[in-house]
């Protein structure tokens, strides 16, 4: 038997106290914009996790598995195009 997992994809937004007040608090509001005007919100599930002991890299950001450091929320929407595709 195969599991299809609900979402295909996974945005994982580090949400500890380093990684929130450096820019993550935006990068979950534009992640979520994104997918709302693309209608992807049912292909992408986006949690928030605790801090990852990163914090020297942060803000953290993971797309399905991998994880990226210096996450700048202004360079968000790039990244998720280049993701997803989308232009
Ligand atoms: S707060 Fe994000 S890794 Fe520590």
């Known amino acids: 038997m195969t599991v299809v997992p609900a979402f295909p994809h996974e945005i994982?937004?580090?949400?500890?106290?380093a990684c929130f007040a450096r820019g993550n608090v935006n990068?979950?509001?534009i992640i979520r914009a994104y997918l709302q005007d693309r209608g992807l919100e049912d292909t992408v599930k986006?949690?928030?996790?605790?801090c990852q002991d990163s914090c020297k890299e942060g803000p953290n950001v993971c797309f399905d598995g991998t994880c990226m450091c210096k996450v700048d929320p202004?360079?968000?929407?790039?990244?998720?195009?280049?993701?997803?595709g989308v232009k």
């Open 12 to 17: 994982v937004v580090c949400m500890g106290s």
């Open 27 to 29: 990068s979950v509001h």
């Open 46 to 50: 986006v949690t928030g996790t605790l």
């Open 74 to 84: 202004s360079t968000l929407p790039d990244l998720l195009d280049e993701r997803f």
